[in-house]
């Protein structure tokens, strides 16, 4: 099972899910404002732009529903803001156990996020967001992850230029400005919470 928290619109779950039907996936979103056309749109029928193999769920990081545990291989970060850039750049322990929670052992999780220093330092400083360079990734994130239940196999910053392929609505707003960093990290559920 595939899941996408801060969903948002929901088109990386859609695109993702058409493009495999044998997987199923849910998209959590805390405000299910932007779902609201394409949650009613998935029950249609296939030839009308139906989909099986999705579900969404209106739930907060720091809350996720209990049915959820240990049923994800793979879980999804994309773009987020609020609390849950907070979870993910902080490296918040409550809410990273959270993510660890709804993990199968062994699930693949991948985290997307951007910041333009100029743009959103209003939100950087309400949220107290650290500035994330590669030292602060390697000394401080990777041992958060860890304690945290997740071994960081890769992790970076890129720069504008380097901006990868993404099929989601906010990577297609973010992307053309040149002043945006691009910072991914990618880990695997550990066997045991504490690696
Ligand atoms: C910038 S949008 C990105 C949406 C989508 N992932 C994309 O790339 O197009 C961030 C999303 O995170 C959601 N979000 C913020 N805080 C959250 C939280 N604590 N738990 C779950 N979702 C949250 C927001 O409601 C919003 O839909």
Redesign the pocket.
């Known amino acids: 099972m595939v899941i996408?928290?801060?969903?948002?619109?929901g088109?990386?779950v859609s695109l993702s899910a058409r493009q495999n039907p044998d997987k199923f996936f849910i998209g959590?979103?805390?405000?299910a404002s932007?779902l609201v056309k394409l949650s009613e749109k998935i029950h249609r029928k296939p030839a009308k732009g139906g989909l099986a193999n999705v579900l969404f769920v209106q739930?907060?990081?720091?809350d996720l529903p209990c049915e959820l545990n240990g049923v994800a291989s793979e879980v999804h970060?994309?773009?987020?803001?609020?609390?849950?850039?907070r979870?993910v750049a902080a490296g918040d322990c409550d809410?990273l156990s959270n993510l660890r929670r709804i993990c199968a052992p062994e699930a693949e999780l991948k985290i997307f996020m951007s910041f333009d220093p100029v743009r959103d330092r209003f939100e950087i400083e309400r949220l107290e967001l650290p500035s994330i360079s590669e030292m602060f990734l390697k000394t401080v994130l990777v041992p958060r992850y860890q304690a945290a239940g997740f071994n960081v196999l890769e992790s970076g910053v890129l720069s504008a230029s380097e901006w990868p392929e993404?099929r989601?609505?906010?990577?297609q707003r973010l992307r053309d400005n040149d002043r945006r960093s691009f910072i991914y990290i990618l880990a695997r559920a550990s066997e045991n919470k504490n690696g």
């Open positions: 996408d928290i801060g969903t948002g619109d088109l990386f959590i979103d805390a405000n932007a739930a907060a990081v720091e970060v994309n773009f987020p803001w609020g609390s849950l850039l979870t809410s993404f989601t609505s906010w990577a």
